[in-house]
């Protein structure tokens, strides 16, 4: 689902009228800088630099967690540097080969970080995280399958967790006496009924084709659990022409043919807002998006927020899958090079356990809207601006007993991208089911 761009950009809630980015699918807009703590740094000192794609009022946010860490280990001085996401990709790609990556470098676990992992340059958390259990059991269980990879973690969060859900307007789900479906079942009749009223059922940001996987990975979850995609991950050959994966796409095939989306909306995007201005506008009465739809929405129309409602994606009858899964972005993360000189290493290490997502820099994310991958916050939460609409997705992740990272990110970076283009296609009938996996399974062997 999640194009590494969407997740930087995502808007805190209670921050929306202040954070200059977009939500989901556009750059972030900081320019590429360097930010230093407070106080001049001692030559005496272990310089570290962090390296990190936020922007606004989360950038602000890291620089704290950087002053603070700067503040209580006089033995080192950090430095942050920000970079907007797409030339970021590309200078950690670089700097990852060349042994010259920063000490502490942003990712987003997946298969991504993976190629690091096996080219043997990330460190090794496991014996830190075992050594300082406070420190391992901060995290929500669900987000660390991302950073974890042959029972090694490679990563820590750090940032807003962004699992995707149903938003619905409540006005005209009131206006027709309906509620918001919990089985696919009930939402195929509703998608007929708003069909009926001449009412848009769901909106779809098709011309970017990412909104098209979220409907995917979450139809294969439901239908089959974890198996059919850990297949594709371990690159079974022709993983791609897993049964469930094929009942997956008649499925989305069986949407576009009832008209469950507005015509055209292979040319609507997301990127722009044009499918939420669909769902705030009352054209549509249904969107499923990743939480940062909420502060879209939030941005461009907070009038609608009162008519805004949320459902969790369907259970799929005779599915083998948790109907609790979630799917979209775990989180973002913080890695250390393993290359790294045994001081650098240990201050980043220190940085990681005494500085991010503590109690401090937890209370910092929740001030702009974001809701950290850690535990016990709930009561917490009750006391933001969005409470409902936070304690619900956070309840999502905590309650999952799986959370699937995006396709295009938890897949090496080429199988990523083409899923999305050939999902992009399979949806306007360029593509067939057979072509589509038969394309797909040819990457298994890259």
């Known amino acids: 689902m999640a194009k590494d761009a969407r997740k930087i950009a995502a808007v805190g809630l209670a921050a929306v009228a202040t954070i200059a980015v977009t939500a989901c699918g556009t750059e972030s807009q900081s320019n590429s800088n360097q930010v230093s703590s407070t106080g001049s740094a001692s030559a005496k000192q272990v310089q570290l630099t962090l390296w990190n794609v936020d922007s606004g009022l989360a950038e602000q946010v890291d620089n704290k967690a950087i002053a603070r860490f700067n503040a209580t280990h006089p033995g080192y001085h950090m430095t942050g540097e920000y970079f907007e996401s797409t030339p970021y990709l590309q200078k950690l790609q670089i700097a990852m080969g060349a042994h010259q990556a920063a000490d502490v470098f942003s990712n987003w676990g997946g298969g991504r970080l993976y190629t690091f992992v096996k080219a043997g340059d990330v460190l090794d958390l496991t014996p830190y995280l075992k050594a300082d259990p406070s420190w391992a059991n901060r995290y929500l269980p669900s987000v660390m399958k991302s950073i974890t ?11 807003n967790l962004q699992p995707v859900n149903f938003f619905y307007n409540k006005q005209l789900f009131a206006q027709y006496h309906l509620t918001p479906p919990k089985t696919w079942n009930q939402l195929l009749s509703d998608i007929q009924f708003f069909k009926s009223k001449g009412i848009i059922p769901i909106s779809l940001g098709g011309q970017d084709n990412w909104p098209d996987l979220m409907y995917f990975e979450y139809l294969v979850d439901r239908l089959g659990g974890q198996q059919p995609f850990d297949n594709v991950m371990a690159g079974k050959p022709n993983a791609w022409s897993n049964p469930v994966i094929t009942k997956a796409l008649n499925m989305m095939k069986q949407l576009t043919n009832m008209g469950a989306f507005e015509p055209g909306f292979s040319s609507i995007g997301s990127n722009n807002g044009s499918d939420a201005a669909l769902l705030y506008s009352g054209k549509a009465a249904m969107w499923l998006m990743g939480s940062w739809g909420y502060g879209t929405i939030a941005s461009d129309d907070s009038a609608f927020l009162k008519n805004l409602g949320w459902f969790p994606f369907p259970s799929v009858p005779g599915g083998k899958g948790n109907p609790n899964d979630v799917c979209g972005n775990p989180s973002d993360f913080y890695s250390i090079p393993s290359y790294d000189s045994p001081a650098k290493m ?41 409470a409902a609409y936070e304690t619900f997705y956070y309840n999502l992740a905590k309650n999952a007993p799986y959370f699937q990272q995006s396709w295009d990110t938890a897949l090496p970076t080429a199988e990523g991208n083409e899923l999305d283009t050939d999902l992009g296609k399979f949806m306007v009938g360029q593509m067939s089911v057979a072509q589509f996996e038969a394309d797909m399974n040819t990457y298994l062997t890259k």
């Open 149 to 159: 990879f042959n029972g090694h973690v490679y990563g820590v969060p750090y940032g």
């Open 346 to 386: 240990k201050g980043a290490i220190q940085f990681l356990k005494d500085n991010n997502l503590d109690s401090k820099n937890v209370a910092d994310l929740l001030q702009i809207g974001y809701v950290p991958a850690v535990k016990g916050i709930e009561n917490q939460l009750k006391k933001q601006k969005d």
